[in-house]
């Protein structure tokens, strides 16, 4: 069984930076490709970044892309997302997951095999 903890949201200004984290607990970290997704109030839940199993490959949504970082390491079962530049549209609730293979992070949510709890990022003006 894996359980995925996520910590490191928080209210902050815009233009400010926050790193999330999400601790992998179970078996094989490193053959899970990871993903970042958020949901918004009144919005659907979106893929925010992903990471294959590997590191080598990572994927951003545009809205996000070129402010924020995916990584993983694997010597502490976690995988990071750093926030910079931080706009009132990133406020949501930021989940982590995990999905089992050797393949790139898949975009479609229903494809992930574990989720966590989430951590609300809020971001004012």
């Known amino acids: 069984q894996v359980q995925l903890v996520e910590s490191g949201g928080g209210s902050v200004h815009a233009g400010d930076s926050l790193r999330l984290a999400c601790v992998f607990y179970?078996?094989?970290?490193?053959?899970?490709?990871m993903g970042w997704f958020r949901q918004a109030p009144g919005k659907e839940r979106e893929i925010v970044a992903g990471?294959?199993?590997?590191?080598?490959?990572?994927y951003y949504s545009e809205s996000v892309k070129g402010r924020f970082t995916i990584s993983r390491d694997d010597a502490k079962n976690t995988v990071f997302l750093q926030l910079n530049s931080l706009k009132d549209d990133d406020t949501a609730v930021y989940y982590c997951?995990?999905?089992?293979?050797?393949?790139?992070?898949?975009?479609?949510?229903?494809?992930?095999?574990?989720w966590g709890q989430g951590t609300q990022v809020t971001v004012s003006s």
């Open positions: 990471i294959n199993w590997s590191g080598r490959t990572t």
């Open positions: 179970g078996r094989a970290f490193s053959s899970y490709a």
């Open positions: 997951a995990a999905e089992d293979g050797p393949n790139n992070a898949p975009l479609d949510p229903d494809e992930y095999d574990y």
